[in-house]
């Protein structure tokens, strides 16, 4: 059982920074493909990144790419996603997530993901 929780969500002008970090528990961790997803009022919950489980491969949204980066630091158990240039449309709530691994690798389906954490608000004013 991998437990997750994120943070480093908040309230940015347009144009500006934020790292959100996801902190999991469990000893597999190292062993897990990661990824963050978002949601914003109304919508769908909509693929953001994605990393393997060694840092070698990520992934990213048309939406995002060139502005977020993600990355691990499996010594710590944890996975950040740093977001510049933030747009008014980046704001929803974003959500981190693992895949069992180590076989599986990352995947923009969220169906894909077996652990989630509660999510962090992200609200970008223009």
């Known amino acids: 059982q991998v437990q997750l929780v994120e943070s480093g969500g908040g309230l940015v002008q347009a144009g500006g920074s934020l790292r959100l970090s996801c902190a999991a528990s469990?000893?597999?961790?190292?062993?897990?493909?990661m990824g963050w997803f978002r949601q914003a009022p109304g919508k769908e919950r909509e693929f953001v990144s994605a990393?393997?489980?060694?840092?070698?491969?990520?992934y990213y949204a048309d939406s995002v790419k060139g502005r977020f980066t993600i990355s691990r630091d499996n010594a710590k158990n944890t996975v950040y996603l740093q977001m510049n240039i933030l747009k008014p449309e980046d704001t929803a709530v974003y959500y981190c997530?693992?895949?069992?691994?180590?076989?599986?690798?990352?995947?923009?389906?969220?169906?894909?993901?077996?652990?989630w954490g509660q999510g962090t608000q992200v609200t970008v004013s223009s």
């Open positions: 997530a693992a895949i069992r691994g180590p076989i599986r690798g990352p995947s923009s389906s969220a169906a894909a993901y077996d652990y």
């Open positions: 469990g000893r597999a961790y190292s062993n897990y493909a």
């Open positions: 990393i393997s489980w060694n840092g070698g491969s990520t």
